[in-house]
């Protein structure tokens, strides 16, 4: 059975929250966006990097209004694509949490 994680069910708690003025920032711990699963929606193209962006254009009116502090973890280490291991550049390019490192 696979798991679909989502961070679509949190994100009315967390706009309700920014409403009512009840939060004065955000801190998420890792994982964000689950980019390095890209694959599981489109297997032979490299959507890793348009994953990330598409995450936080999808979170801006909360990240506009309210600081938003991001720490690393597993899934921002490197793009696991087939795409990218069959594009080594590609692959080597977005490996050491590079692509978290130039966007935050």
Not at 65 to 76: C, L, Q, R
Request: hydrophobic share 35%; net charge negative.
């Amino acid at each position: 059975l696979k798991k679909h994680w989502s961070a679509v069910p949190p994100r009315p708690s967390l706009e309700g929250m920014k409403h009512a003025g009840e939060i004065d920032t955000v801190w998420h711990v890792g994982d964000i966006g689950y980019a390095d699963d890209s694959y599981d929606h489109n297997l032979v193209g490299g959507n890793y990097e348009s994953v990330y962006n598409g995450y936080m254009n999808w979170m801006q009116n909360l990240t506009a209004a309210v600081p938003y502090m991001v720490s690393p973890g597993n899934h921002e280490s490197e793009c696991h694509s087939p795409w990218c291991v069959v594009n080594f550049l590609k692959g080597k390019s977005l490996s050491n949490f590079t692509a978290f490192n130039h966007r935050f």
